[in-house]
């Protein structure tokens, strides 16, 4: 397992989205289903942004993404997937469903290093222990939840990591399950579709590459999430 993060780093992009679809009332995470495809849509969307990795299409059409050669994340989940698409540019699903499974844990131990989610044992009938995910009283997911509904309730222009994060919880159908946070209406689905699909408003000059990498990760995690079955 890759080694927990020192305290002064900052949280990566799929940590906040684990965060966001942790549900704090029944210590689960919405859409587990699916949620190995989503972590790792956050993982290459964070790759983007920090211009880790570059994206092309293929002649048939399909996007492939592959690591920026001098370009190694210093966090060791994003180190191990950049090292995946090393060399030879990979089909964004081929590499999802290679990294995806791995997350949950790693991601998870960070997410519970920073205290932002804590483990608590409780005994079931007074005898069984059993260990229980709940909110570790910071303020991180509260923050996360008024960025997003800052973009999609008041209209906020959104950065691109915000984005990133809206996207990925629309594309994997989670973002009902975060109501009453994040109010269910049409004005919020059509904006939110928006966001999915890639468009994320004028940003500066400087972020228009990673931008467009980022928008286009997401774009294509969306689609995969449309191939896998839900339950």
């Given at each position: 397992m890759p080694e927990?993060?020192?305290?002064?780093?900052?949280?990566?992009?799929?940590?906040?989205?684990?965060?966001?679809?942790?549900?704090p009332g029944s210590g689960t995470f919405a859409g587990e289903n699916t949620l190995f495809y989503v972590l790792a849509g956050g993982v290459l969307a964070d790759l983007a942004l920090g211009g880790h990795v570059r994206t092309t299409r293929s002649p048939g059409?399909?996007?492939?993404?592959?690591?920026?050669?001098?370009?190694?994340?210093?966090?060791?989940?994003?180190?191990?997937a950049w090292a995946s698409v090393t060399g030879k540019p990979r089909g964004v699903q081929t590499v999802l469903a290679a990294i995806g499974p791995q997350l949950r844990g790693p991601l998870l131990e960070n997410v519970v290093a920073r205290g932002d989610i804590r483990r608590e044992t409780r005994k079931i009938l007074g005898f069984f222990a059993r260990t229980?995910?709940?909110?570790?009283?910071?303020?991180?997911?509260?923050?996360?939840?008024?960025?997003?509904?800052?973009?999609?309730?008041d209209g906020a222009e959104p950065t691109p990591r915000v984005a990133a994060l809206v996207g990925l919880l629309a594309g994997s159908?989670?973002?009902?399950?975060?109501?009453?946070?994040?109010?269910w209406?049409?004005?919020?689905?059509?904006?939110?579709?928006?966001?999915?699909?890639g468009s994320w408003?004028?940003?500066?000059?400087?972020?228009?590459?990673?931008?467009?990498?980022?928008?286009?990760?997401?774009?294509?995690?969306?689609?995969?999430?449309t191939l896998l079955p839900r339950g």
């Amino acid at each position: 397992m890759p080694e927990r993060p020192g305290p002064a780093a900052a949280p990566t992009l799929a940590e906040d989205l684990l965060l966001l679809l942790f549900q704090p009332g029944s210590g689960t995470f919405a859409g587990e289903n699916t949620l190995f495809y989503v972590l790792a849509g956050g993982v290459l969307a964070d790759l983007a942004l920090g211009g880790h990795v570059r994206t092309t299409r293929s002649p048939g059409g399909n996007v492939r993404v592959g690591a920026v050669e001098g370009r190694e994340p210093s966090d060791p989940v994003l180190r191990s997937a950049w090292a995946s698409v090393t060399g030879k540019p990979r089909g964004v699903q081929t590499v999802l469903a290679a990294i995806g499974p791995q997350l949950r844990g790693p991601l998870l131990e960070n997410v519970v290093a920073r205290g932002d989610i804590r483990r608590e044992t409780r005994k079931i009938l007074g005898f069984f222990a059993r260990t229980a995910l709940v909110d570790g009283g910071t303020s991180r997911r509260a923050e996360l939840a008024a960025g997003v509904r800052a973009v999609l309730v008041d209209g906020a222009e959104p950065t691109p990591r915000v984005a990133a994060l809206v996207g990925l919880l629309a594309g994997s159908g989670t973002l009902p399950q975060l109501h009453p946070e994040i109010p269910w209406t049409t004005p919020v689905i059509t904006r939110a579709h928006d966001l999915e699909v890639g468009s994320w408003g004028a940003q500066a000059a400087g972020e228009a590459v990673a931008r467009t990498v980022t928008a286009t990760i997401v774009n294509s995690t969306t689609y995969a999430l449309t191939l896998l079955p839900r339950g």
